[in-house]
């Protein structure tokens, strides 16, 4: 029987298990990536452990989420992560190089190799044929002493992809499609991996914005396969030599199927407030735009720019919008500048911005308030944006530009030919002189590590106790994300290495008031819809609700990487056994958990005040249990 390419790169990278979907299995890890908002957490938790140097093939460090540098915190944190990068024998790419993804995909991302980041959109690097997945900081550190990253063997998805995109569809749209069909939770335990004739038709950049997007379907991972166009992306790249031929057997069997006819796609939107919430731009049409932003890992590759700089050409941004452009990396501003592109930018008024993700989470570039805003990114979670009321549409780089021109979405049928297909030049600079080399082991032993004020020590976490006597501390429903969790923005984003300041955000938005009320209680339990936690893998949404006294959270079902994260700091992920049971547990109830009767894939009863026996169960494994126990994973590392 045939094997998908997610399945021989599973096989050759198993450590322990077996690949069949739902089981635990272990992977060896051949990179890493960081970015400096769960760097540093990451990086503390790394230098806990030990290990006097990375023990994978490649480890990166960038510096691109917070570089805005409002006061001494985010500069201190680049500081801290560029020593420890150059002790660790970790590659540092500065702040302003680019986005992690982006520049990942350029320079690193290699065919067949496993990638783990402390990213949720790290499946990017799936445009080239890596198997690479979000993770939170604490795994990572794992990856990067050299141990396996643990996964649930993810069921297989074939996205047969035939016919061509035409007109204004794009990539975007094609991502966009496939969270309409199976929504933000559809993709949990799942990797979709493209196959069929449509593959050809799309370049790695095409590819990467769908592997990116699909993230938000909750997924394991996306991935498409190594061939032609992998090549000439590597090449361009100058990275030739890292070229394999990748793909799925041509019996291959999948666990499911989903077709897709790229020629009849038409450009779609995700409208406010989920990535899912997806709707024809022609449905849309009469909407005043007050912002458009393009850039993001999702949509700022120089191809993306490019068609943005032809819709630009000889005009000029509407006077009630406003247009903010991040190139996704300086290799990407280095062509545009010499395909003589930036010029149309200039000229139509937009406002070029940094290499680095920027408005995508809500550091600069918040909207108008109740502004209408426009964005090439993949997120549109109410209130990331910085602004609470803002109406978030998530479009492609084409819709962007012309509404941005229009003031809005107006008058379709006047639209015109899209400027697409855009071409790679023939000559790629190069701007891989930035990234910063580590020494030789023998040099990096005196190099000091900078610590200033907001770097703070990790705290000790005590270890399960048998009862847990606590009460529902909050009480909240469906598809809540991290961002729900624990907002980013300028202001919260630059304490990521201070957990106890960071702590006083934990759900600012939904109920100002948890951190008082945990400080009082001492411990807490969460209660969650389904889909609690989905979004970003920072795992500040586990680990400031733990340092708050979060001991559980008891939900109908809960995303990947944020599961992963409540085990890796002792907090208890229980499942509702029956999900009409939710309503019967008000906040504020008073509750008893048994822990010590905790088995995997068992269920015990909590005793609910009002409500009586709930039951709930668990989908643990005997060692996700024990780390519970031991209080979190660096107690289980320890001891
Ligand atoms: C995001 O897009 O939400 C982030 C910010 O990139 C996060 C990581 C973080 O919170 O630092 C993610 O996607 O994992
Ligand atoms: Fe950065 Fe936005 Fe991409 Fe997250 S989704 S890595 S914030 S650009």
Redesign the pocket.
Known sequence: MGLSLTHKIIRDHLVSGEMTPGAEIELSIDQTLT?D??GTMAYLQFEAMGVDRVRTELSVSYVD?NTLQVGFRNPDDHRYLQSVAKKYGIVFSPAGTGICHQLHLEHFARPGRTLIG????TPTAGGVGSLAM?AGGLSVAMAMAGKPYAITMPKVVNVHLTGELRGWATPKDVILHLLGLVTVKGGVGRVFEYTGPGVATLSVTDRATICNMG?ELGATTSIFPSDERTFSWLDLMRRPKEFVELGADADATYDETIEIDLSALEPLAACPHMPDKVKPIRELEGLTVDQVCIGSCTNSSYTDLWSVARILDKELVAENTDLFIAPGSKLVLKMLAEADLIGSFIDAGARILECA?GP??GVGGSPNSGGISLRTF??NFEGRSGTQDAQVYLVSPLVAARAAIDGGIFDLSEWGDPPYKPDMPNNVPSIAHLFIYPPEPDDAQGVRIVRGPNIVALEDFAPLPATIESSVALKVGDNIT??HIMP?GSTI?AL?SNVPAISEYVFNRVDATFPARMREAGTGVILGGENYGQ????E?AALAPRHLGVRAVVAKSLAR?HRANLVNFGILPLLLADKDDYERIPQGARLTIPAGEIVPGGEIALTVEGAGEVRVGNDLTDKELAIIKAGGLLNYVRA
């Open positions: 970015q908002a769960t989420h402390s990213d949720s959109h979000g993230a993700c995508c989470i993949n997120r991290t961002d980013a984003i990521r979004g970003s893998s920072r500040h990487i």
